[in-house]
Nanobody, 116 residues
Framework: QVQLVESGGGSVQVGGSLRLSCEVSGSRYTAHQMGWYRQFPGEQREMVATISISGNTRYADSVKDRFTISTGDNAGNTVSLEMTNLKPEDTAVYLC?????????WGQGTQVTVSS
């Protein structure tokens, strides 16, 4: 059974930095895409950043030049999100995402709170 476990969330002041990590276990196949989404209270999830098996990355306009997505040495097992210059509007639950073929998997989420 594929499981995704996030870590690294927390509280930070405006302009601060956080690094989120996601560990994947139980997968026998190489991920085609990994990424991070975030969810604001009462709203749908929105894409923050994704990275494909070929290394292509995509970012939401709101986080470009502030956030960086990367994978570990074994690209299918870990994905991280380096977040800098954090803003109050970045406050949300951040969820790790994994796609293998047409199957999608999600982590439970980790809270990021940015206060002024």
């Amino acid at each position: 059974q594929v499981q995704l476990v996030e870590s690294g969330g927390g509280s930070v002041q405006v302009g601060g930095s956080l690094r989120l990590s996601c560990e994947v276990s139980g997968s026998r196949y190489t991920a085609h895409q990994m990424g991070w989404y975030r969810q604001f209270p009462g709203e749908q999830r929105e894409m923050v950043a994704t990275i494909s098996i070929s290394g292509n990355t995509r970012y939401a306009d709101s986080v470009k030049d502030r956030f960086t997505i990367s994978t570990g040495d074994n690209a299918g097992n870990t994905v991280s999100l380096e977040m800098t210059n954090l803003k109050p509007e970045d406050t949300a639950v951040y969820l790790c995402y994994l796609r293998i073929g047409v199957s999608e998997y999600w982590g439970q989420g980790t809270q990021v709170t940015v206060s002024s």
